[in-house]
């Protein structure tokens, strides 16, 4: 059933991202924050005050007054906090990963679909602006590289770098490539945490696509990309950035825009590269994602990144982890 008033949605957890996600639910039209929780009280006090928001000193308060909650407690946290807001009667957005055990990830699903709820989770390179132009392309990769490398920081620290960054391209690969996984390689060093700090995984699939993922969160710079390769097509992704740029061949001279590059190889056969960077109109992806989880929840509507699919992600990153451990 369409719900066409005002929806009422708080916040748990109002740390690091807690408080983007604050900032940008108040930009969201025909929403009202009905406030947060935070265990911590003085950083709870900061972002009430900052935010202008009423700040709950039980979780219960907040979930009693709320239709739904943005989850945005550290991992370890996410079930029972998720829990106790389906058993509220709220819709859920839950911060990546779904939750760091799948058994947890499957009970807060049947409980979701028992309770007619809805559950998304932020995966949020899906509503990237280059993500979002890349999924319109014709995509049948047979090879994909990803490093998505970050400078150590001590939040995210809790789980392994699988849990923490991989997880997104896993998201994004499992979205892309439409067939079963065969087998899965997996490599991973513990540097400055007690987990993996540095993780390598190649996933084989079934269509015999290969995924040769790198996720580092001790780097010295910053990168998020990922390289896809077909017949005929290389396109790059830079998540950062938030553009694509895609080389392609043809027998057949292509038409041309304006900024693209043609290169013309000459052999037995004549071929033809085009250089294109698409035009890539920038938004906050944020403010993206939770507009989609507010319309997920008006029109009774699956969202993209729903908690089935999250919790795919992460039954392959439970995965890759335990081969690492052994
Ligand atoms: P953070 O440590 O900065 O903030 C977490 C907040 O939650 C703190 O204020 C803490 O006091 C509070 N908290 C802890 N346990 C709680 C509980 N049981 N109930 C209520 N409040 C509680 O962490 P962060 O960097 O904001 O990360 C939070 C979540 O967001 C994590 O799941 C992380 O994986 C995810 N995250 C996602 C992205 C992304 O790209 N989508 C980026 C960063 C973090």
Known sequence: MKIDTTISIGVVGVGHLGNYHLKQLKSIPQISISGIYDDDPIRADKMSNQHNVHSFSSLKGLLDKSQAVSVVTPTNTHYAVADK???????????????????????LLSKAK????????????????????????????????????????????DVPVILDLMIHDLDIILSLVQSEIKEIHANGVRVISSTPDIANARIEF????????????????NMRKMRLF????????DFQKGSIEEFRVSKIKPNIDNDDILVELEGEEKKYIRYHKPYISQYDAL??????????????????????????????????????DK
Not at 230 to 237: E, F
């Open 85 to 107: 807001a389906l058993n509220a009667g709220c819709h859920l957005f839950i911060e990546k990963p779904i939750t760091d055990n799948i058994n947890h990830a499957k009970s």
């Open 114 to 157: 028992d309770l007619n709820k809805i559950i998304q989770v932020g995966h949020i390179e899906r509503f990237n602006p280059a993500f979002n132009i890349l999924k319109k392309m014709k995509l049948n990769p047979q090879f994909i590289e990803v490093h998505r490398l970050s400078e150590f920081n001590i939040r995210g620290n």
């Open 206 to 221: 079934k269509n015999s696509c290969v995924a040769n993922l790198t996720a580092s969160r001790i780097s010295q710079k």
């Open 230 to 237: 077909q017949k005929q097509d290389y396109i790059t992704i």
């Open 287 to 324: 403010k993206k994602e939770l507009s989609h989880f507010i319309d997920s929840i008006r029109n009774a509507r699956k969202p993209e990144t729903d908690g089935e699919s999250a919790a795919k992600a992460l039954r392959i990153a439970l995965e890759i982890q335990n081969i690492i």
